[in-house]
C-alpha cells in the first residue's frame, strides 16, 4: 500500500508562487493516474489537477494557465508548480493516488496579504 506525504505550503501574498510535492512511500511509475484537490473551510473537496502515467494532464477551469502538475517517476514524486496565487486559493491541497485511493494528509496553502 503505498502512502503519500505533501510538503511545501505555507503562507504567500497575492501573486505569489508555491511548489507543492507529494512524496511516495513506494513506486508511482505502475501509478496510472495521480492528483492533486484543495479543500476550502466549509466547502467540498474538489479536484484541482490530474497526470496520467502517460503525462496527460486535466486542470480544474479555475487554475487552467496558473498551476502545473508534474510528476518525476523517478524520485516518486508528484508535484504542482502554483504561480500568480489568488486568496480564493487557499486551502488545504491533497495528493492522492487513483489506483489505490490513497490520500496524503494534506498541506496549508494561504494566500493573503
Known amino acids: 500500500q503505498v502512502q503519500l506525504v505533501e510538503s511545501g505550503g505555507g503562507l504567500v501574498q497575492p501573486g505569489g508562487s508555491l511548489r507543492l510535492s507529494c512524496a511516495a512511500s513506494?513506486?508511482?511509475?505502475?501509478?496510472?493516474?495521480m492528483g492533486w484537490y484543495r479543500q476550502a473551510p466549509g466547502k467540498q473537496r474538489e479536484l484541482v489537477a490530474l497526470?496520467?502515467?502517460?503525462?496527460?494532464?486535466n486542470y480544474a477551469d479555475s487554475v487552467k494557465g496558473r498551476f502545473t502538475i508534474s510528476r518525476d517517476n523517478a524520485a516518486n514524486t508528484v508535484y504542482l508548480h502554483m504561480n500568480s496565487l489568488k486568496p480564493e486559493d487557499t486551502a488545504v491541497y491533497y495528493c492522492?493516488?487513483?489506483?489505490?485511493?490513497?490520500w496524503g494528509q494534506g498541506t496549508q496553502v494561504t494566500v493573503s496579504s
Open positions: 492522492y493516488a487513483i489506483d489505490y485511493r490513497v
Open positions: 497526470i496520467t502515467s502517460g503525462g496527460s494532464t
Open positions: 513506494g513506486s508511482i511509475s505502475s501509478i496510472n493516474a
